[in-house]
């Protein structure tokens, strides 16, 4: 498994830049010994603990949940915390293990998400509620539910957003990330801004820029799919007018019981 003759070794290789000292990145060996179960971020735990206290990296709940540990392993942008480190090994032992692209670097694998929540901000992420709030609960279908239901268990980790070439190119472009919460508002009943909302992202930084590269879905850890959801803006995009006046309707009957089929 390493080049060191042990089986039980993995080389980690990890790029280093610290942008107030170094004139450019360079990427750095530490030999890891493979322990049953261990992660991606087990292994820079362990570095960090036992080989180098300076290697930086993001981290939190170790879950999957926080989405603090998104980094680009092996090339591809996914959570270190849900990626076992064996699986990662190539022909000569190596993993190696870079910051989230097209995002300026703070130091080694820790970006800065500036941008990225500046785009999310700019869609309202936020509920809009209507100004008659039922008085007791909002009724909603299983369809209705089911519609949001993998919209709303994206964890923001950023993958999808650095890896979208159209966002190596274009800052202005909102990504996929605030495009799909831009999803989850649109098509909630509960939501009284939807046609506010179609608007705003039939802009020029909107859903037209994007050129359906397919990365997001590729890199999501969630196995969400961004694509689709920025598809369905556009059509609903399209027509706005009678996508309002449909959910001024729905909005009516947001307290009445639903009827199951
Ligand atoms: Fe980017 Fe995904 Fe569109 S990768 S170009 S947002 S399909």
Excluded at 17 to 45: C, F, I, S, W
Excluded at 87 to 107: A, H, N
Excluded at 158 to 163: K, T
Aim: glycine residues 6%.
């Amino acid at each position: 498994m390493s080049q060191n003759g042990s089986n039980n070794f993995v080389t980690v290789r990890i790029q280093r830049y610290n942008p107030e000292v170094d004139k450019k990145p360079r990427l750095q060996e530490y030999q890891v010994k493979l322990k049953a179960g261990m992660t991606v971020l087990d292994a820079l735990h362990e570095i960090k603990t036992h080989h180098d206290g300076s290697v930086t990296f993001r981290r939190s709940c170790r879950h999957g949940i926080c989405g603090s540990c998104a980094m680009n392993i092996n090339g591809r942008n996914t959570l270190a915390c849900e990626t076992p480190l064996k699986d990662e090994v190539d022909s000569r032992g190596r993993v190696t293990i870079r910051p989230l692209p097209y995002l300026p670097v703070i130091k080694d694998l820790v970006v800065d998400r500036t941008t990225f929540w500046e785009q999310y901000l700019r869609v309202k992420p936020w509920l809009v509620p209507p100004d008659n709030i039922p008085e007791k609960e909002f009724r909603m279908s299983p369809e209705e539910v089911e519609a949001l239901h993998s919209a709303e268990t994206c964890i923001m980790c950023g993958a999808c957003y650095s890896s979208c070439t159209v966002i190596g190119l274009n800052k202005r472009y909102i990504g996929p990330h605030a495009l799909l919460k831009a999803f989850l508002r649109v098509l909630d009943p509960r939501d009284a801004a939807p046609g506010e909302r179609l608007a705003d992202i039939a802009g020029a930084d909107g859903v037209y820029r994007c050129h359906t590269v397919f990365n997001c879905i590729d890199a999501c850890p969630k196995g969400l799919n961004p694509t689709q959801a920025i598809e369905t803006l556009r059509k609903l995009a399209q027509k706005r007018q009678k996508f309002e006046a449909a959910r001024r309707e729905r909005q009516q009957h947001l307290s009445e019981p639903i009827s199951v089929k």
